[in-house]
């Protein structure tokens, strides 16, 4: 199982995979904006991306859209400060599969993860 995590923040990034690896998942690669998400993507491998909507160079809306043009299935996450209903709507529009509010704690990753391999993949 290999998941990406597209933030511009390192420190987020680091977050995320920190808790990812805590949940037993080692293979996690990272991008810092839409494009270089895209770019990893193409490399092939990747299962479960989670992503931040305010980044510099492609914004997590746009990568959503472009990726979804390009793979119906891959499960993503939305992580983001956006709270309003209409962002979660837009977001959902767009393809997300899940999404969430920053910060989180740790628990909600986790659920939300449990919940993608339950519905993509396999039991957790």
């Known amino acids: 199982m290999k998941f990406l995590v597209v933030d511009d923040s390192l ?9 990812l690896q805590k949940l037993g998942f080692a293979d996690v690669s990272e991008a810092s904006n ?8 193409g490399k092939g491998g990747i299962n479960i991306v989670l992503t931040d ?4 160079e492609m914004d997590g809306m746009t990568f959503v859209t472009k990726l979804r043009q390009q793979d119906a299935q891959i499960p993503i996450l939305m ?3 956006h ?7 837009e977001a959902f529009k767009a393809g997300t599969s899940d999404y969430t509010i920053k910060p989180f704690p ?15 993949f396999i039991q957790f």
């Open 34 to 41: 839409g494009l270089e998400a895209l770019e990893e993507i």
């Open 83 to 89: 709270a309003a209903k209409e962002d979660v709507l």
């Open 79 to 81: 992580i983001t400060t």
């Open 106 to 120: 740790p628990e909600v990753l986790k659920e939300k993860i449990k919940e993608f391999l339950k519905l993509y």
């Open 11 to 19: 420190t987020m990034r680091r977050i995320i995979k920190n808790s």
């Open 53 to 56: 909507w305010n980044m510099p």
